[in-house]
């Protein structure tokens, strides 16, 4: 008997169909001997209305903690018509929200990190035979606060709780047979990958890929659970997400993805001396804005000029930020660009092996782009450009590393990220 984890994003449970589609498999694979967790989304687009219904009401920004209120509800409707499938099939089945199934969590609404599992209903009703269904996206504050934990929310919550329960496999049922070398609805001829390793995943999830969120991937490496992405609409093969994977003959770059959710802010005439950098970067991180890539151009006259990358989402209220430290730190004016995109290439193999980056400036410039920013690491190299020619750059950079096939793939829609 195997203890398997099932995640379900919104477009497998996307109406009723699918939620009877979604009960069979999983009453299929309890039958086979398994004991099943199943940890679910909001169904389609529940959570967009949510939102839309939100702004419809309040005319400034809602309060977080009454939207963690309102979205939680997307995810108990999910995991109640679940089990009702699930019974109506003959097999015994217990929902749970994400604070029954005792998911703990920091009290920051909106993003929230998991702090504490405590699975003891989720074991009680496994042992009594059941199919255990779990909210996903979802937990509760030790002072009693429901949270949400952000976009890709059930994927962490799906791998969490494999790592809580020690189990067997957790399994991530999307809208694609697995992982591809990039996106491909723009790439019609990308290459599944049958194995990938947690540093390569994690990177390509940073960095864009839609196909699991980066949390669920932490989770993943640090508690070594065995993961797998596969297709909800068939039995195919999938990815394995492992510690190590074998490497194909040739093939450095494993993957490619992109970013269109950033930008870019520069702080011009900014006095250079010990501890700028570090109220600056302080003040962001105290409002909970992550910031990317940082580059720092050279000192003329005892002032420099320093650019960095943040969400496009996060770039109203980040220069808001640095205007209120203006008198703090002191510089002659901060500007920002969007308009950009984050383009990555990724592999294990880069390290060792030579001009691996060189190829990608050379196929970016002979596109007739410039680039505005880079960053590196041992795996990956990042470069943010225009985003007018997007498609273009990431086809020929598939191409440059030897990443096409002579098969075009079925795309069946929108990758789930919830």
Not at 377 to 396: F, G, M, W, Y
């Given at each position: 008997?195997?203890?398997?984890?099932?995640?379900?994003?919104?477009?497998?449970?996307?109406?009723?169909?699918?939620?009877?589609?979604?009960?069979?498999?999983?009453?299929?694979?309890?039958r086979?001997?398994?004991?099943?967790?199943?940890?679910?989304?909001a169904?389609?687009?529940?959570t967009?209305?949510?939102?839309?219904?939100?702004?419809?009401?309040?005319?400034?920004?809602?309060?977080?903690?009454?939207?963690d209120?309102?979205?939680?509800?997307?995810?108990?409707?999910?995991?109640?018509?679940?089990?009702?499938?699930?019974?109506?099939?003959g097999?015994?089945?217990?929902?749970?929200t994400?604070?029954?199934?005792?998911?703990?969590?920091?009290?920051?609404?909106?993003?929230?990190?998991?702090?504490?599992?405590?699975?003891?209903?989720i074991?009680?009703?496994?042992?009594?035979?059941?199919?255990?269904?779990v909210?996903?996206?979802?937990?509760?504050?030790?002072?009693?606060e429901?949270?949400?934990?952000?976009?890709?929310g059930?994927?962490?919550?799906?791998?969490?709780l494999?790592?809580?329960?020690?189990?067997?496999v957790?399994?991530?049922?999307?809208?694609?047979?697995?992982?591809?070398?990039?996106?491909?609805?723009?790439?019609?001829?990308?290459?599944?990958?049958?194995?990938?390793?947690?540093?390569?995943?994690?990177?390509?999830?940073?960095?864009?890929?839609?196909?699991?969120?980066?949390?669920?991937v932490?989770?993943?490496k640090?508690?070594?659970?065995?993961?797998?992405?596969?297709?909800?609409?068939?039995h195919n093969?999938?990815?394995?997400?492992?510690?190590?994977?074998?490497?194909?003959?040739?093939?450095?770059?494993?993957?490619i993805?992109?970013?269109?959710n950033?930008?870019r802010?520069?702080?011009?005439g900014?006095?250079?001396?010990?501890?700028?950098?570090a109220?600056?970067?302080?003040?962001?991180?105290?409002e909970?804005i992550?910031?990317?890539?940082?580059?720092?151009?050279?000192?003329?006259?005892?002032?420099?000029?320093?650019?960095?990358?943040?969400?496009?989402?996060?770039?109203?209220?980040?220069?808001?930020?640095?205007?209120?430290?203006?008198?703090?730190?002191g510089?002659?004016e901060?500007?920002?660009?969007?308009?950009?995109?984050?383009?990555?290439?990724?592999?294990?193999?880069?390290?060792?092996?030579?001009?691996?980056a060189a190829?990608?400036?050379?196929?970016?410039s002979?596109?007739?782009?410039?680039i505005?920013?880079?960053?590196t690491?041992?795996?990956k190299?990042?470069?943010?450009i225009?985003?007018?020619?997007?498609?273009?750059?990431?086809?020929?950079?598939?191409?440059?590393?030897?990443?096409?096939?002579?098969?075009?793939v079925?795309?069946?829609?929108p990758?789930?990220?919830?």
């Amino acid at each position: 008997m195997s203890l398997i984890v099932m995640k379900f994003g919104g477009s497998s449970v996307g109406d009723a169909e699918r939620m009877k589609r979604v009960a069979n498999r999983v009453v299929e694979r309890q039958r086979e001997g398994n004991q099943c967790v199943v940890v679910v989304s909001a169904m389609g687009d529940t959570t967009d209305d949510l939102i839309d219904l939100s702004k419809q009401i309040c005319s400034v920004t809602p309060p977080a903690r009454e939207m963690d209120m309102l979205l939680t509800t997307g995810e108990q409707v999910s995991v109640a018509l679940l089990s009702m499938a699930i019974q109506s099939l003959g097999q015994p089945a217990l929902s749970f929200t994400g604070w029954q199934a005792g998911m703990y969590t920091e009290g920051v609404h909106g993003k929230a990190r998991i702090t504490d599992i405590q699975p003891k209903r989720i074991l009680n009703a496994l042992n009594q035979g059941n199919v255990v269904i779990v909210a996903g996206f979802q937990g509760m504050t030790t002072e009693g606060e429901i949270t949400t934990l952000g976009r890709g929310g059930s994927d962490t919550t799906a791998v969490a709780l494999a790592a809580a329960i020690e189990a067997d496999v957790c399994e991530i049922f999307t809208d694609v047979d697995g992982i591809y070398s990039t996106d491909p609805r723009v790439v019609k001829c990308a290459r599944k990958l049958p194995e990938i390793t947690y540093d390569e995943m994690l990177e390509l999830a940073n960095l864009g890929a839609a196909v699991l969120h980066p949390r669920a991937v932490e989770y993943a490496k640090n508690y070594n659970v065995p993961l797998v992405v596969r297709s909800s609409f068939n039995h195919n093969a999938g990815t394995n997400v492992k510690e190590e994977a074998a490497m194909e003959q040739g093939i450095v770059v494993r993957g490619i993805a992109s970013d269109k959710n950033v930008a870019r802010i520069s702080i011009l005439g900014i006095e250079e001396k010990p501890g700028q950098l570090a109220k600056v970067f302080t003040a962001l991180a105290k409002e909970q804005i992550d910031v990317d890539i940082i580059v720092q151009s050279g000192i003329m006259n005892g002032q420099a000029d320093f650019s960095f990358t943040v969400s496009l989402t996060d770039k109203d209220r980040a220069l808001e930020v640095i205007q209120g430290i203006r008198s703090e730190v002191g510089f002659r004016e901060v500007s920002s660009q969007e308009n950009l995109v984050k383009v990555s290439i990724v592999g294990a193999g880069m390290v060792s092996t030579p001009g691996v980056a060189a190829k990608m400036f050379e196929v970016i410039s002979d596109l007739g782009l410039s680039i505005n920013m880079v960053s590196t690491s041992e795996i990956k190299t990042s470069c943010v450009i225009d985003n007018s020619r997007l498609n273009e750059v990431i086809q020929a950079l598939h191409t440059a590393y030897g990443l096409d096939t002579d098969t075009t793939v079925f795309v069946g829609g929108p990758q789930d990220r919830r």
